[in-house]
């Protein structure tokens, strides 16, 4: 196990061009077959909310929180990520916010206020690839089945 996270070094490559070695500090090989077991147990312990679902696969996670009221689904949604943002900080893990999607999916055309992950808004969508599924806000699947004809 020692050799595996240990002593490791990586370079980039661009071209014809190669950079210096620089060591690891954190993480395991990209690519690798017990990365993500050695990924799943060192999140083992990712807190979670009560009304809120938590679907983890790898370093994927979606939040889910559900109710009839946009308002209260998002309190739940922000409470869940407050503390995620916690747990992220407390273990040094580098989250993107960026690259994350709050989606609202409901059949109505109301939204459900925009959410934070620690300072920085999630950007709203209205479909998020999710595991390699496209998920729609209507659930309707056009965009997945578009994707797939593609």
């Known amino acids: 196990m020692s050799s ?10 661009l071209r014809d061009a190669r950079s210096s070695l620089y060591t690891c500090l ?15 147990i060192f999140t083992s312990d990712l807190p979670q909310s009560p009304k809120v679902a938590v679907a983890t696969f790898a370093d994927d ?19 869940q990520l407050n503390i995620t943002h916690d747990w992220l900080t407390k273990w040094r893990i580098k989250a993107s916010a960026p690259k994350s999607h709050h989606i609202t999916f409901a059949l109505r055309l109301e939204t459900c206020p925009s959410v934070n992950l620690g300072r920085d808004k999630l950007p709203q969508s209205t479909c998020v690839k999710y595991l390699g599924f496209y998920l729609d806000r209507r659930m309707t699947w056009k965009d997945h089945i578009k994707n797939l004809v593609a």
């Open 4 to 13: 595996y996270l240990c002593d490791r070094t990586f370079q980039v490559k």
């Open 26 to 40: 954190a993480g395991v090989p990209q690519g690798s077959v017990l990365g993500p077991v050695l990924y799943n």
């Open 61 to 79: 996670a979606a939040f889910l929180a559900c109710s009839r009221d946009p308002k209260q689904a998002s309190t739940l949604l922000q409470s």
